[in-house]
T-cell receptor, first 114, second 117 residues
């Protein structure tokens, strides 16, 4: 089983709609999680950090379900500019801090259509 | 936010040549930098952790003699792909940790697309 798994998509979303997708992680002891956004042929950029049950930033909401070992990302009122690949990232527990070695999921592609 | 640059952004080379990629933190000091490789439609895979003033730590399966890493200063790490072959063609991305930032977030460079003919 992979450390971090994501549905590759693509999720085709009409503009203005809501889209949500999950990321499962294998190590139950993981404490912190991150969602990154990656545009085609570009570097990943941090979207949101999740340290407890969840986090909300504007139209983006991340939820953590420890019992089922998954993190979700929900995007409300989707914009065309939200089209991207969303990477779920879980720090390796081989290090003692949250920002050490990062384990990346393969990403979920979201395509927002007019 | 903090800025990390990579140079070159794109390189095309012949098989057997060596390619050097530079990663610079432009407005902060980075004692630790990370080198990743990403194949199309795949996740970023950590290749090695570069520590300023000491040897890099390589991930399992990454040949240290093929991917030479030097982190000579707090703002510069270099990755040299020696004797490159077509299977080394990939998107190489570095990240740098802001040593004094809170939290010490990793900032990613824009990546270097390597094509080996």
């Amino acid at each position: 089983r992979k450390e971090v798994e994501q549905d590759p998509g693509p999720f085709n979303v009409p503009e203005g709609a809501t889209v949500a997708f999950n990321c499962t992680y294998s190590n139950s002891a993981s404490q912190s999680f991150f969602w990154y956004r990656q545009d085609c042929r570009k570097e990943p950029k941090l979207l949101m950090s999740v340290y407890s049950s969840g986090n909300e930033d504007g139209r983006f909401t991340a939820q953590l379900n420890r019992a089922s070992q998954y993190i979700s990302l929900l995007i409300r009122d989707s914009k065309l500019s939200d089209s991207a690949t969303y990477l779920c990232v879980v720090p390796s527990l081989m290090t003692t801090d949250s920002w050490g070695k990062l384990q990346f999921g393969a990403g979920t592609q979201v395509v927002v259509t007019p | 936010g903090a800025v990390v640059s990579q140079h070159p952004s794109r390189v095309i080379c012949k098989s057997g040549t060596s390619v050097k990629i530079e990663c610079r933190s432009l407005d902060f000091q980075a004692t630790t930098m990370f080198w990743y490789r990403q194949f199309p439609k795949k996740s970023l895979m950590l290749m090695a952790t570069s520590n300023e003033g000491s040897k890099a730590t390589y991930e399992q399966g990454v040949e240290k003699d093929k991917f030479l890493i030097n982190h000579a200063s707090l703002t510069l790490s270099t990755l040299t792909v020696t004797s490159a072959h077509p299977e080394d063609s990939s998107f190489y991305i570095c990240s740098a940790r802001d040593s004094w930032g809170s939290p010490p977030e990793q900032f990613f460079g824009p990546g270097t697309r390597l094509t080996v003919l």
